[in-house]
């Protein structure tokens, strides 16, 4: 369906048109006083130098002018020249009504859906995930949900930290404690046990204190370089090890992300990246686009236009070692190889911005991705305890993720049963599925490329700019729903009225604006403008819900009409908070 504004705009620009005016003129913007009207153009005072006329009376013969009128409602001139704009109710309620029948809320789907791939998540294999991998599980994972609300065909891909350095570091350890383990036997073949010489448990041990000790000890750290170095040319024990280490650590991450309602396509790591290297180094040299500077094999990725030095790609050290520009590259090739995307999308720490500023220029410029392919950096900011600084336990160590939701979980747990009277089992489940709101709402509400703090108290808040807020809203409207069905009420072939009264249309209002929010979030990559929108639309709700006798109406027709609106707004709510990647429990 058409944006409203849009629908605003073009009889607006029909007016300009007939009136003799440039129709481009004929821009329409939300109105900056909402008290007096809905929308507002100020075309004719951008006209006044052009036409030089007083814009007063441009504004005039616009409105002489204006013959078709189905969304516009009351319309006015003031000086010195503004049109104010207000919405026909016959017009917003026939559009909720369309929108109501509409599968997609009145979304437009992509004419030619992209191809998109997005890069998030980015945990390293072998090391606990901390409170650092949760913005990029979950504005990636929201980010993924939009364009597919769109219509566009998209990928997620973890892109695992899964080769390289920390592999040779637990390796080391592991032949420190278990030195008969058949793997560092040299004549090991490659018949290995099933069962893994660790667990999970172990593992996060391992690698820890395998870093540790290669800190202090240099030669401790040599063993480890050379381990990462055997395994990455092929040592047969070294990559059964390998392996061991990425089936326990990749059943983990799954399990984690599961209870983040982050779910990936794809489940490729650096490891993957691997094969495509040689190749790929081999045509640049060739093609003259990498060149040996100081020893390292490098490309030049400064531009003319640049304020400030951009220092070359480094693709090879002295030592024939490759970087995490080489791996990003070669990841690359493999993606447009097999995926040939429209646009990659990266969500990472934006103190990572230079390397990726480095990365897409030389894909660009030597042509590992096409031109035409869009390469987005979606930088996100630190995410900081109440102190300031980033946020941390209360020992002063490093938040784990699964400590983190137990934490809030646990706060959420005691507001549901402070509330109201629940079975314990109950409880436990509505808090889990609070909780996922009050994280994730708390990261999203804010522009990702900020800084935030995490505060427990305010995002587990049933007030305020909240998820459980928006959940309580969404909780409050399936109520009403629930009792009016059990009165015997209709909910088929029921349609909306006109509004009859001032917080009713506001919410009507608010509702209509679902598929213009959403196409800008896509757009923006921001998820941030939703969270902003369903604040807005939960509030236009709770007035209208608290200024209204939906239940009582004693008119059947404006009661079907209430109800109408009601599923409507749960419906936008619902579609919102998916795309945020939350859900609603049935009662809190
Ligand atoms: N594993 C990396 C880290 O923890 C993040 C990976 C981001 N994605 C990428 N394609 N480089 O910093």
Known sequence: MDKIINLVEQEIAAAFDKAGYDRALAKVTLSNRPDLCEYQCNGAMAGAKKYKKAPFMIAEDVLANLTDKTYIGEIEVVKPGFINIKLNEDAVAAYLNDMKKDE??????????????????????????????????????????IARKAGHKVLGDIHLGDWGYQMGLIITELRKRQPDLPYFDDAFKGEYPEEAPFTIGELEEIYPTASGKAKEDDAYREEALHATYLLQNGHRGYTAIWNHIMHISVADLKKNYANLNVEFDLW?????????????????????????????????????????????CMIQKSDGASLYGTTDLATLVQRTQDYHPDQVVYVVDKRQELHFVQVFRAAKKTGIVPEETKLS????????????????????????????????????????????????EEAKETAKIVGLSAIKYGDLSNQAAKDYVFDVDRFTSFEGNTGPYILYTIVRIKSILNKYKEQGGN?????????????????????????????????????????AYIYDLSNAFNRFYHGTKILAEEDAKKKESYIALLILTKEVLEACIDVLGFEAPERM
């Open 104 to 145: 997609n809320l009145g979304l437009e789907q992509a004419k030619e859906p992209k191809t998109i791939v997005i890069d998030y998540g980015g945990p390293n294999v072998a090391k606990p995930l901390h409170v650092g991998h949760l913005r990029s599980a979950v504005i990636g994972e929201s980010v993924k949900r």
């Open 268 to 312: 490729k790591g650096e490891s993957d990246a691997q094969a495509y290297i040689p190749d790929m180094i081999e045509r640049l040299k060739k093609e003259g686009y990498a060149h040996i500077d100081d020893g390292a094999l490098v490309i030049d990725v400064q531009e003319e236009s640049d304020t400030k030095e951009i220092p070359p």
């Open 377 to 424: 950096f979606l930088g996100f900011g630190t995410m900081n305890g109440k102190d300031g600084k980033p946020f941390k336990t209360r020992e002063g160590g490093v938040m784990r993720l699964e400590n983190l939701i137990a934490e809030i979980d646990e706060e959420m747990y005691k507001k549901i049963t402070d509330n109201r009277t629940v079975s314990e």
């Open 491 to 531: 909910v088929e072939d029921i349609t909306l009225l006109p509004a009859t009264s001032d917080s009713e249309k506001a919410l009507m209002l608010e509702v209509a604006k679902y598929n213009e929010v959403l196409e800008n979030a896509f757009e923006e990559l921001a998820p941030h403008k939703i969270c």
